[in-house]
């Protein structure tokens, strides 16, 4: 990976108010899979590539990312970034919607970051317990969402997404097969794992 590059990619990024994945996030998701190298990682919500780039240090020497992003712009700003990073022949973009994209994809990943449209969380879910392998690990980005929805906010306009991400922290915590936590750094990022693996 080109890491020159990389640090130019998250400047202009954060100048242009992407909402790139927070370092303290990287260091943690870094922390739970540093000890295993991965063979494939699905990602929802490319935006620009950064986190997808990110990613590749994760990977074993075969290993892949698909990600998804619905935004076309930013799926060619994307694909520029990837270049220039020389990381292409790891990442697989998919352009269009999530919620259409995932019940089409049959694959098996280690690791699965969901960040995309908090509203569809719970569905990003579903999609991703289907599509993990039994050793994986799901990281659900933004989950407490600038201190929302742990607390008792419920009139805005974002009460749809507040309600979706305390769907799915209910469902990921409260499921006998899954164990999951909920950790405070950048804007809230819930791990969860399949119970007995
Ligand atoms: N993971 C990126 C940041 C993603 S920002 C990083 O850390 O670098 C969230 C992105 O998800 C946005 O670009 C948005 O266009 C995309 N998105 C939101 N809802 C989506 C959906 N339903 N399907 C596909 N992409 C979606
Ligand atoms: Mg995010």
Redesign the pocket.
Known sequence: MNKEELLKIKEK?LEEH????MDDTLETIKKYISNHKLNSIL??????????I?FTQFLAENGQID?????TE?VKEAKENIKKAEVEKFINIYE????E?LPNLNNKYDMI?I???KG?YPFFLKEALRMLNKNGIIFA?NILYKGYVMSDYNKHKQRTAVRNLREYIKETTQSPNLETEILEVGDGLAITKLKNS
Do not use: N
């Open positions: 990024a992407i909402p790139i994945i990602e929802i919500g490319t935006a620009v590539g950064y986190s997808a990110c990600t998804i992003e619905r935004e930013r269009g919607d999530a919620v994209i970051f960040d995309a449209a569809k980005d």
